[in-house]
């Protein structure tokens, strides 16, 4: 029974290393659409986006079938409760990188982003290409040193967010109110997809090395 136990665990984390690669994908094509308006990239994200979300739900299926059958405790207990909760963290940011899509498909022909802050969201979006790749690195891995690394990568985000909202409220800015929301929807939608890597790098670190600090939530 312990040896199938064992099994079940595996395949609950091969699971998540399955799903975060499908995100990896799912952001990099939403943002290359976003960026190049290009609405066959925009309607694979999509797609990709239903993959996930399947997935993940026959994830959490499997997770609570594993706590209601085989109970159990201490480091095995936390790994599954973990696992529901990575799973419910890469469902979002699957859907976030639809929001994205969305966009670019919503304004195609049309680039969604004036010409001003193209470089800003060019910038942005490789950021969380590169996040959703060190996740699924990490979560293949366990290579702790990687969820620093996206902490700092998340940094980086979250400073071009705020360079978005300055742009958008200075006198300066010349875009339409379609132009305001567009900038301040989609510069959310990449800010909110790099905390949510950085919120499941900090539960993988809690499993690793039995710390947690509150203080520190995503």
Do not use: C
Not at 18 to 36: C, G, M, P, Q
Not at 82 to 106: F, K, N, P, V, W
């Amino acid at each position: 029974m312990r040896d199938v136990f064992q099994q079940e665990l595996a395949e609950v984390q091969q699971r998540i290393v399955d799903i975060s690669r499908l995100v990896a994908i799912s952001i990099d094509k939403a943002t290359r659409a976003f960026n190049e308006s290009d609405v066959s990239l925009a309607e694979e994200a999509i797609t990709e986006d239903e993959k996930i979300d399947e997935l993940s739900v026959q994830l959490d299926e499997l997770a609570i079938t594993i706590l209601a059958r085989q109970q159990p405790v201490a480091r095995d207990l936390r790994i599954v409760v973990s696992a529901l909760r990575i799973s419910a963290s890469l469902e979002r940011m699957g859907d976030l990188a639809t929001h994205i899509a969305q966009l670019a498909r919503y304004r195609f022909p049309d680039k969604v982003i004036p010409k001003s802050l193209r470089g800003t969201f060019a910038e942005m979006g490789a950021l969380d290409v590169v996040i959703a790749n060190m996740l699924t690195e990490l979560l293949t891995t366990q290579d702790l040193q990687l969820a620093e690394t996206i902490r700092n990568e998340d940094d980086k985000v979250d400073a071009l967010h705020v360079s978005v909202f300055e742009a958008v409220l200075g006198e300066t800015w010349k875009g339409l109110a379609a132009d305001t929301v567009d900038a301040t929807l989609a510069s959310r939608y990449h800010e909110r997809f790099a905390d949510h890597a950085v919120s499941i790098a900090k539960k993988v670190q809690y499993l690793g090395t039995g710390a947690w600090h509150p203080d520190d939530n995503a």
